[in-house]
C-alpha cells in the first residue's frame, strides 16, 4: 500500500498463495524500496513472455490493470465520482470516458471464458515462480 497526493492506495488479494508470497516481500523489504526487484523494463519483459506463453492478446499491456481496476470499482460501487477520486483522476468525465470504453470493450468481446480460461494458466505460470 502507498500514498500518492494523500490518498490511500490499497487492492485484495484472496489469492492463498499470492498472499503468501506478498507476506515474505513485505518482510523482506526496507520502507521506500520497490517490492518487485526488477527494472520497469525487465517487468515487462517478463510480462510479454508470460503473455506469450498463455496466449493472452498483445494489447493487455501491465496498464490494463488500472482499466480493470477502474471497472470493477465503478461496477461494485457504481459512482464515477468515487472512482475518479481514488484513481485520482482530475476530471470525472475523464473518468466516465475511460470506464464506459472498457465497459463497451467487455460487452463486444465474445472470447471472454477463452480468456478467463488463459489467465488460469497465466496465474499456474506465476505461481511456479
Keep these: ?56 492478446l498483445r494489447k493487455y499491456t501491465p496498464y490494463s490493470f488500472r482499466c480493470g481496476g477502474a471497472t470493477a470499482m465503478f461496477q461494485w460501487c457504481g459512482h ?14 475523464a473518468c466516465r470516458l475511460y470506464i464506459t470504453t472498457a465497459l463497451a ?6 472470447e471472454e471464458s477463452q480468456r478467463a480460461a488463459q489467465l488460469k494458466i497465466f496465474a499456474g505460470h506465476l505461481h511456479s515462480l
Design 1 to 56: 500500500m502507498g500514498q500518492r497526493l494523500g490518498i490511500h492506495q490499497e487492492t485484495t488479494v484472496s489469492d492463498e498463495w499470492l498472499v503468501r508470497c506478498l507476506q515474505r516481500v513485505h518482510a523482506a523489504t526496507r520502507p521506500g524500496c520497490c517490492l518487485v526487484g526488477v527494472t520497469p523494463y525487465r517487468f515487462r519483459a517478463l510480462w510479454a513472455a508470460c503473455r506469450a506463453e498463455t496466449g493472452i
Design 80 to 93: 464515477f465520482h468515487k472512482v475518479a477520486d481514488k484513481g485520482r483522476w482530475n476530471s470525472i468525465p
Design 105 to 110: 470493450e467487455v460487452a463486444g468481446d465474445d
